[in-house]
């Protein structure tokens, strides 16, 4: 196996890991604070996507499309949880599990109408349309180091406001006792929409960076949805330090471990069995390892 | 006692837990930096006074006022911004919180813009907490989490500091450093509710006590009058 593509390899799954983190972050704290599990994640990102899908070919512009997809995403969440999401706090998770899988399906809809099922693709900005030569015949898309740049300070402006601000802390303490973070003064309701717009924003914002690497069609956000969730559980539930580690070690076994077990292609595998198969399998067998170690996940607390 | 004076009131107030009557008609006043205890066996719906007063269960009958405006259905969080705060019984710390970020979380300036309580105040209160200024809420002793939520409340610069049994659970030590400090509070001229279990301390500290059995206040008096019926006290507090 040659240096180069690992290299490559590596710089992707580091890059698939920080768009993880992007929207696995935002399930983690509204899972993690509020206690809802919130299925409909997944549909944010392919707003995201197909947002930025119409705005560039209207505005011409990824950029533009991210000015203006960003307030809409956010306005969008805030609309979802004043009109669906405030319900089911206090409920059990089977209600929530219910309404938020209707939601999937609406939003589905909703696409189909709008956009719909054809897949598209999505222009780079122009300055970014070339490569960065590795060897002579590899080379690496600049697109791909600006995502990552991105979803990198995206991350750190995420720690810093859960660390450092007087909201983060609100969060966290809204994360451990919410009752109490009330009888302290602040106003859950409003502490609980904000988290979830920022959450449910994230997903968007995701969905718009990474439609100009991946192309957009109709289910893209049950795919990541449930690759999310496996980030959440491994890192731990409500653990922004446990999604971020979650969502690198999903990204760089998903990337490195194709190019691994590639290596062994030419070994007899079982008939059908492919090594795609295979990639996939190991990220839920990672899932799996880590919960026999620690059944609350990496940073998660046991309850 | 003029009615600007009081600062929260009950008024026949009932409150149920589901399907049981826990207050039965409750009447007290709490008057501006008036110190006042109360008492009860268990059960007796001590805490619930204090929930109540809070916003945290809301009265079926009766009404609660704070600072004479009516506060029935008013949510907690509006109860603090009024000038309420509530130390709770179990403590209710922020275990992934810093101690200076629990100090700081809902810190603000109080009615009329007071800001007596600032983090040096409240670190010279409990010296102890500045010690472990940086440590987690959860690497913290009984007693320093006790400390600590008291701190919290301070940090809000309330009026009124509804405290549930403040030194339960605690070494003695510990307890009569918490006695010391809700002396220096009282002297402050915050208004406090406080339910306890140690008579003796009370009735050094409070300017006047209440007595709940069974949701009702049978007693709403003076310490001489509280220790002149010691039938009544044993009756009603096995003391």
């Known amino acids: 196996m040659d240096l180069t593509l690992l290299l490559i390899q590596l710089l992707n799954g580091v890059q698939y890991g920080l768009l993880l983190f992007l929207i696995a972050s935002g399930l983690t704290i509204v899972f993690g604070i509020m206690g809802v599990i919130n299925l409909a ?33 956010a306005m969008l969440g805030l609309l979802v949880e004043r009109l669906f999401i405030v319900h089911l706090y206090n409920r059990d998770h089977l209600q929530q599990v219910l309404l938020t899988f209707g939601l999937i399906l609406i939003f589905n809809e909703m ?13 780079k900005p122009d300055f970014l349309q070339f490569s960065i030569p590795l060897t002579e015949v590899q080379s690496y898309p600049a697109y791909n180091l600006f995502l990552a740049a991105v979803c990198l300070v995206l991350a750190g402006v995420m720690y810093w406001v859960v660390q450092k601000t007087r909201l983060g802390m609100r969060i966290r303490a809204g994360s451990s006792n919410p009752e109490m973070i009330q009888a302290l003064g602040i106003n859950t309701k409003v502490l609980f929409a904000t988290v979830f717009s920022i959450g449910t924003t994230m997903a968007a914002l995701a969905g718009l960076l990474a439609a100009p690497e991946r192309s957009v069609y109709p289910g893209i956000g049950e795919q990541v949805l449930i690759i999310s969730f496996v980030v959440v559980v491994i890192g731990g539930i409500g653990s922004i ?14 990337s490195l471990g194709a190019t691994i077990l590639r290596a062994f292609d030419d070994v007899e595998l079982m008939s059908g069995l492919s090594v795609d198969n295979l990639t996939s399998v ?13 059944p609350a996940g990496l940073y998660g607390r046991a309850h | 006692m003029s009615e600007s004076e009081t600062v929260l ?3 026949a107030v009932h409150t149920y837990y589901g399907q049981s009557h826990i207050l039965r008609g409750v009447s007290f006043r709490l008057a501006r930096g008036e110190c006042v205890s109360l008492m009860g066996r268990n059960g007796m719906g001590k805490s619930t006074t204090l929930r109540t007063a809070m916003g945290l269960v809301p009265p079926v009958r009766g009404q609660v006022a704070h600072f004479g405006v009516g506060a029935n ?4 969080y509006k109860s603090a911004n009024a000038g309420i705060a509530f130390v709770p019984e179990g403590r209710g710390i922020f275990p992934n919180l810093t101690v200076r970020e629990n100090l700081m979380v809902a810190a603000r300036p109080g009615r009329e813009g007071r800001t007596d309580w600032t983090l040096e105040r409240v670190l010279a209160l409990f010296p102890r907490l500045a010690e472990r200024i940086d440590n987690w809420g ?18 809000t610069n309330p009026s009124v500091l509804l405290l549930d049994e403040a030194t339960e659970g605690l070494a003695p030590l510990i307890r009569e450093e918490i006695w010391r400090v809700l002396g220096e509070i009282k002297a402050t001229g915050i208004a406090c509710l406080v339910v306890d279990k140690n008579v003796k301390r009370l009735v050094e500290i409070c300017d006047r006590h209440l007595l709940l059995v ?7 008096g003076n310490g001489e009058d509280l220790m002149a019926d010691q039938d009544f006290l044993h009756r009603h507090l096995g003391v």
């Open chain 1, 41 to 73: 994640h997944g549909s944010f990102y392919m707003v995201g996507a197909y947002l930025a899908w119409s705005l560039t070919a209207w505005t011409g512009s990824i950029f533009w499309a991210l000015l203006l997809g960003v307030p809409l995403a």
């Open chain 1, 111 to 123: 696409q189909s109408i709008i956009w719909g099922d054809d897949p598209h693709s999505v222009p």
């Open chain 1, 241 to 254: 330090k446990g999604a971020f580690v979650g969502a690198m070690m999903i990204g760089l076994m998903d």
């Open chain 1, 282 to 294: 190991t990220v839920y067998a990672l899932m799996a390892a880590i919960l026999l170690w620690r």
């Open chain 2, 9 to 11: 009131s009950f008024d």
């Open chain 2, 73 to 76: 259905g008013r949510p907690s």
């Open chain 2, 138 to 155: 959860n690497n913290l002793s009984g007693g320093e989490q006790q400390m600590l939520t008291i701190g919290r409340a301070l940090m």
């Open chain 2, 214 to 220: 069974k949701g009702e206040l049978v007693f709403d």
